[in-house]
């Protein structure tokens, strides 16, 4: 019985020794696969947040379990749900992490009173993610965006891109970067070919009028492009080369840095593409030739409930319009330098004042102009003088200064909290097109946004905004927005809103007279108003291996004070801004999607925009309608970790109506046309380094042919042509790398 007892003893004291001895250790695996998930972000913070300290999983998805005394524990991964617990020491666990479906957890702050997930806004906000937009290789916002359904991507060889939202143009549309507007508009559209997406984390899209929170140039609609901001990251480095067979070559960095509570960040690129024809027999090309700059610093310091950041970002572009070779020798020819900057600085602060009282302050100053330098280039020399002629040089500048301030109650599940708020704004602009060689016009505006919430299923938001500006009467901004979750995968969304666009400081002020031009503004030009209601069904649903979803959107915009370029005089081909009567649009769209986890993701959506213009209100015009449609597939090849992408699109006909002499309203119709881009990527040295290669516009669009169109109700012909959409077809390659240290 002694020699039982004591072998007992023995054997249950090696087994605690051996318990002892064993390492505890906190592993990571996908929820669905149950896969190890390699390199994740794993944090511990003792109760008292006093000690933080972080690990990072191997290639089995394991890390070490260092605690001494309870602990808090986060674990974080691109595509994963954050996942939150305590953890003990010497305690060992298996952490399943859940994936994220279709964004549903991507925190959104584009007219929000504070951040949260996408799908707990009552606006109906479109995101494109990082992983997105790194499938379509798109290094610019215009080709990102030519995608997406009722959106209407453009191209001019040298204005550059353009889109319309919901069938009004980019005048209507508010162009964003961290909350910061983007100026510098030529014929009231930003040129998205000069918004680089090198360093962007996501993007936010809002269709339907956001006046009450943005102001003007919210009609259709509001695009924010939100920036990294790698502060939970001690170390980051990253970069990528990008050659295009078109000509194009893209280089860009950046770096980010945090130590205690500072973060400092740079990054920089270089775009050039070398111009294209479809015929290339001259040396002027249909797309010119180009170069552009991007250089970007932020600082920030964080504490406790306090975030402090400042942010200087600027860009450079050069277009060069090489003219054709002169008659009778073929030895010289004129050429035009076309220089773009813009320079944004801004001072970013927000703090909790109370338990659920937040503060947000944002100051800005922009700049930007737009210089013309034509030169006489003798190629014999070779030798290039500017020329005498002063009408063949220019330079316009912008300037910009915006100061917001949100005060706000935002409790979740509260049944009431608001947001109110100033939005100052002023802008003056130089230059000799402009009367008087300078003008100036201030818009300051004060909103209040109440968020009222009956049950855990119902919210309803009506908003307001008075505004005073220094050189048109503007008027009063409302809404109301609701949204009802019918069940826990249904939910409806249906807004009201009045929309406005001010006049710009162009439209009022331009003074344009050469041999070849006679524009000028009109000081007399009423601010646009228009009405809109937007209505949003969705459903998504999500089992263990596979996710689908379905989403109807409806839209309605009546727009009065329309303003458009119109012939006042014939004779003297004299040209200035009106007030067109009223516009209308009208339109949907129904998107499908659907993911068997983890290897395939499907994307389907057509929508129709139907668009018509009224001078008189006698007229009686039908609508025009334009039919989209999209497919986007994700294929992931586990065996080889390589994943392919493919992105299709149909731009059906699409109408371009505007004035012509004598006051006509006429259109001209775009035919439909194709496109397709096809990407395959594979991510090697634990992820470190990421090589893609892909083909573009696969069916060799350049120019579409449009046609006159007649309408019955007094639509005249607007004549025949082409437009050009793009140069062609090309293959790229792409290498990234990524270096963290958390």
Request: charge should be positive; glycine fraction near 8%.
């Amino acid at each position: 019985m002694n020699k039982l007892t004591a072998s007992l003893i023995l054997l249950l004291s090696g087994l605690a020794l051996a318990g002892y001895g064993q390492k505890a250790v906190i592993k990571v695996i996908d929820s669905r696969s149950r896969e190890p998930i390699s390199f994740a972000h794993v944090q511990l913070e003792n109760l008292n947040k006093e000690n933080r300290q972080t690990v990072t999983t191997n290639i089995d998805g394991i890390a070490d379990n260092p605690v001494q005394v309870k602990s808090l524990i986060s674990i974080t991964y691109v595509g994963f749900r954050n996942y939150y617990d305590t953890l003990f020491p010497g305690q060992s666990v298996t952490v399943s992490m859940q994936p994220m479906v279709y964004n549903m957890d991507e925190v959104v702050v584009t007219g929000q009173f504070t951040p949260q997930p996408v799908d707990k806004s009552i606006y109906r906000v479109k995101v494109i993610g990082s992983r997105q937009i790194e499938n379509k290789a798109s290094s610019n916002l215009g080709e990102m965006m030519a995608s997406e359904l009722n959106i209407r991507s453009m191209h001019d060889g040298a204005l550059g891109s353009k889109i319309t939202m919901q069938g009004l143009g980019g005048e209507h549309i508010k162009l964003l970067i961290d909350g910061v507007p983007v100026i510098g508009r030529m014929n009231g559209n930003i040129d998205l070919g000069q918004l680089n997406l090198y360093n962007v984390q996501h993007i936010e899209i809002i269709e339907g009028p956001m006046s009450v929170i943005y102001g003007s140039n919210a009609l259709a609609g509001v695009i924010n492009i939100i920036t990294k901001e790698n502060s939970n990251l001690r170390n980051s480095a990253n970069g990528s080369a990008y050659i295009e067979s078109v000509g194009v070559y893209n280089l860009n960095a950046d770096a980010s840095v945090s130590k205690n509570r500072w973060f400092a960040s740079v990054g920089a690129a270089r775009n050039f593409f070398g111009g294209y024809s479809a015929i290339d027999t001259s040396r002027s090309k249909s797309w010119k030739p180009k170069r552009q700059y991007n250089a970007d610093f932020t600082t920030q310091y964080s504490h406790k409930e306090l975030k402090v950041s400042i942010t200087t970002s600027y860009f450079n572009e050069l277009l060069l319009d090489k003219g054709n070779l002169r008659k009778p020798y073929f030895e010289n020819a004129f050429d035009s330098h076309f220089k773009v900057n813009r320079l944004t600085s801004k001072l970013d602060l927000s703090t909790r004042l109370f338990k659920d009282r937040y503060l947000n302050l944002l100051a800005s100053y922009s700049f930007y102009d737009r210089t013309k330098n034509t030169y006489f280039n003798d190629l014999t020399i070779p030798e290039k003088k500017l020329t005498k002629n002063i009408s063949d040089h220019d330079t316009s500048s912008f300037g910009q200064y915006l100061i917001r301030a949100e005060f706000s109650k935002s409790t979740n599940n509260s049944p009431f909290n608001y947001q109110l708020g100033i939005d100052l704004n002023y802008e003056d602009g130089k230059g000799k097109r402009i009367l008087d060689q300078k003008q100036a016009i201030g818009d300051y505006a004060a909103f209040l946004s109440l968020k009222i919430q009956p049950s855990l299923r119902w919210m309803l938001q009506p908003g307001l905004r008075y505004s005073y500006n220094t050189r048109y009467t503007a008027p009063l901004v409302y809404s109301l927005n609701t949204k009802w979750d019918i069940s826990e995968p249904i939910t409806l969304r249906l807004s009201y809103a009045r929309g406005f666009r001010a006049p710009s400081l162009k439209e009022l002020y331009l003074e344009f007279v050469d041999i070849n031009h006679n524009i000028r503004g009109n000081e007399n030009l009423k601010a646009e108003y228009s009405q809109n209601i937007n209505l949003a069904l969705k459903l998504n649903q999500e089992k263990d291996t596979y996710d689908y979803g379905f989403e109807l959107n409806l839209f309605y915009n009546n727009i009065s004070n329309s303003i458009d370029l119109a012939v006042i005089d014939a004779e003297k081909a004299l040209y200035t801004y009106v007030n067109i009567r009223k516009m209308i649009t009208q339109g949907g769209q129904l998107n499908f999607n659907n993911r068997l986890y983890p290897w395939l993701e499907l994307r389907l959506g057509i929508g129709e925009t139907g668009r018509k213009e009224l001078l008189d209100t006698d007229e009686q015009l039908s609508f025009i309608y334009s039919t989209d449609f999209m497919a986007n597939v994700t294929y992931l090849w586990r065996k080889t970790n390589v994943n392919f992408n493919v992105n299709y699109k149909y731009n059906g006909d699409y109408p371009d109506i505007f004035l012509g002499t004598d006051g006509l309203v006429l259109r001209t119709i775009m035919k439909g046309y194709h496109s397709m881009d096809i990407t395959a990527s594979k991510w090697i040295w634990q992820n470190r380094i990421n090589l893609q290669i892909g083909a573009k516009n696969l069916f060799d669009n350049t120019t579409i042919s449009s046609r006159g169109d007649i309408d019955a109700g007094g639509i005249h012909s607007g004549g025949g042509g082409a437009t050009s959409v793009d140069w062609g077809r090309t293959y790229f390659v792409k290498l990234s790398f990524s270096f963290k240290q958390f």
